[in-house]
């Protein structure tokens, strides 16, 4: 079999000790598949004239960095708008909206992303303090969770929304005043779809052309794969023709999403659909939600928030959740919930240790998020073999040292000192995957490995850590972007290793991102990115 590429003068680092391999030089066959390590005469004697050859000049090659939670297809959308996210306060989000109404047209909808709940500070977060600079605009503002947002007065008169709905999913809210009147804020997707569906759509051509943007800027910053958390509307088919066309850089694992209210036949065709796909994607998997988000106040707690919130699951009924994963461990078929409470994450449990008792095959199966936790949930993660998928650049962005923020005052004292027990799940024997949860925050997988370790806030990285205890070290953090990730979606005998006979998904640094400082590692140039051999990025300046 030919020799597809061939990488030279490399130092070949392997993720699953953190040391360098004795070889400089690696060769990927035509299948995709690392064929050969050796040094860099042996393997240049490999290559043919059709065999793409880099010659490194001694920059680190590891098993490609995956992401372990991301949301490609709605992110590319969601973040078409108004980016909110720098705004610090109430003054800064106003100024941004009014600069975004001027070069609005007559009619036109605004919209935004990346709300801070933390700018209305202890007011209650509702789109009042902005009704002056949006009268008469329609205006979508998403939270920075996507949980929730704030939606203009006429957004809401558009909508037809005049006061509170009732759900199917028990913690969807259109948030009314005491006299019953919308104060804005829509609680969960069932909530804001009524505002988003009377809003201008983009073209199938321009969701496209946003979802392969965004997959190019990912590779670009050493991604070589992703855990998709959804596969609504046309994801699938988008993905379908991006992969068709030869224009898919990352390696793309999707699980369709389990709504409540989601009866037999619906949990069959999400059963059905596993394994389906493409050269660069496949179902693999169901996501679940268990709860919604503590800044919101609509995760589920085992003692309400600070508020009297955050008391219920995010299904009216649990029990039909616990059946429905009883249902998919029997047909083998993995799920990942999204539980950021310590009730939520609880249930969770108890339904996997539910559905292992009553027999079928062994299935890894998954929590997402698990923001907060007490000491005797940690050690059922192990015992049980679920998976503890966690997004530590949330910690690091979106709550504070001191507990000022709003999820930590939400929360109180003790859970707050809870947060994102990384290092805890780790030491209890938990196979911890790391990821970004983009949009909710930045892809980039080397600011994901950097807040794992230093736990300070990206944009003022001379604040203090949050939890300091709770860090992961460099080759843990690396770890779980690339072994453990590999684990995660039963590939580990073909994924996540420099190894022959495995995928030549490889990212390439100008730095040893295990020694790099945890403050430095962002600022490391990605040099190179290959899926299945082909160089899907490339530095100028490299090869």
Known sequence: MRTRLVLSSARLLDPGTGG?????ALAVSE????????DDREMRGLADSATEVVDLQGAVVTAGLVDGHLHPVSGAELTDGLDLSHCADVAGVRAALAEAVRELGRGDWLFGWGLDPNVFGDAPVGIAPFDTVLDGI????????????????????LAGVDGPRTFDQASAEVVCDAEGRPTGLLQEDAACELVERVAPQPTREERRERLAAALRAMAAAGLTGGHVMDANGESLELLGELDAAGELPLRLRVAPWCQPGTDAEGVRELIARQGTGGALWRVDGVKLFMDGTIDNGTAW??????????????????AAYTRIIGELHRAGVPTATHAIGDAAVRHALDAVERAAASG????????EHI???PDDTLHRFAELGVLASM?????????????TDNWSRRLGEERASRAWRCRDLWDSGATVVLGSDWPIAPFPPLGVLAG??????????GQPPHGPEQALTGLEALRAMTVNAAYAAGEEHEAGALAVGHRADLTVLAADPVATPATELPDVPVLLTAVDGRITFRAETTG
């Open 452 to 461: 794992a370790r230093h736990r300070r806030p990206s944009r003022d990285l």
């Open 371 to 373: 923001e907060t936790v």
């Open 301 to 318: 707690l085992e003692r309400p928030d600070c508020h009297g919130e955050s008391t219920h699951a995010f299904w009216p009924d649990p």
């Open 360 to 367: 079928g095959p062994a299935v890894r199966h998954r929590v």
């Open 20 to 24: 360098f391999l004795p070889q400089t």
């Open 31 to 38: 299948d995709g598949r690392i064929s050969a390590l050796g």
């Open 391 to 403: 997004q530590p650049t949330h910690c690091c962005d979106f709550t504070r040292a001191d507990h």
């Open 138 to 157: 329609p205006a979508f503002l998403l939270l920075f969770d996507a949980h929730s947002a704030l939606a203009s007065r006429r957004a809401l008169e």
